[in-house]
């Protein structure tokens, strides 16, 4: 190999090192926000079988998403995500989503919603992990705003008639983290827009 080609090898390694300590810390902040959340939510649960559900999901978070506090897992579906949309260049400009979704029965399926918001609208990007890797099956237009990924968590959002599924709606912008929830099932209901899209 010539010099320029060896100058030119570097150069890309540089880059691609650059970007996975950046998607080290957004890994790290995400996690531990996430966790934070759940924490707070449970906390405020005052029934018995409300607090023994989110001890459930406290407990199996590091098995289910490989969301821990503090531990750094280039090989977790959360880190492997973030690297995968990189280098997938999504428009991840001003306001975006993550959605989280895991869908229990006879095979469980792991499905993530990226939603990259435009003036008006927004552009959905569809992934799902399989064989140990993640893969885009769709992307779409859809009537979406920031707003209908912001849905506060009440004990009084728990509805039998509500999303069976759990969900983690992360919320960002730019690079920076604004908000991640964790909705255990029925916590959404089911006439909101973005249960429509997880549907």
């Known amino acids: 190999m010539n010099t320029s080609g060896i100058l030119i090898c570097l150069f890309f390694s540089f880059l691609s090192g650059n970007t996975d300590e950046k998607i080290d810390d957004l890994f790290l902040q995400w996690n531990r926000l996430t966790l934070c959340t759940l924490e707070k939510t449970c906390n405020n649960m005052k029934q018995e079988n409300d607090s023994s559900l989110c001890a459930n999901r406290l407990a199996s978070l590091p098995y289910m998403w490989s969301v821990t506090t503090d531990s750094l897992n280039r090989d977790s579906i959360r880190w492997r995500f973030l690297k995968k949309i990189t280098t997938d260049a999504l428009p991840l400009k001003n306001n975006w989503t993550i959605i989280e979704l895991k869908k229990s029965g006879e095979v469980v399926r792991i499905l993530n919603y990226v939603i990259c918001y435009r003036e008006s609208d927004a ?35 728990f509805s039998r008639t509500g999303y069976q599924h759990d969900v983690i709606i992360t919320n960002f912008s730019d690079d920076s983290l604004v908000s991640s929830i964790y ?17």
């Open 123 to 157: 552009v959905v990007f569809t992934y799902r992990y399989e064989s140990g890797s993640w893969q885009k099956v769709g992307e779409k237009n859809a009537s979406l705003t920031r707003a209908d990924a912001e849905i506060p968590v009440k004990r009084a959002s």
């Open 183 to 199: 909705y255990m099932p029925y916590m959404l209901r089911n006439g909101n827009r973005i249960v429509k899209l997880l549907n």
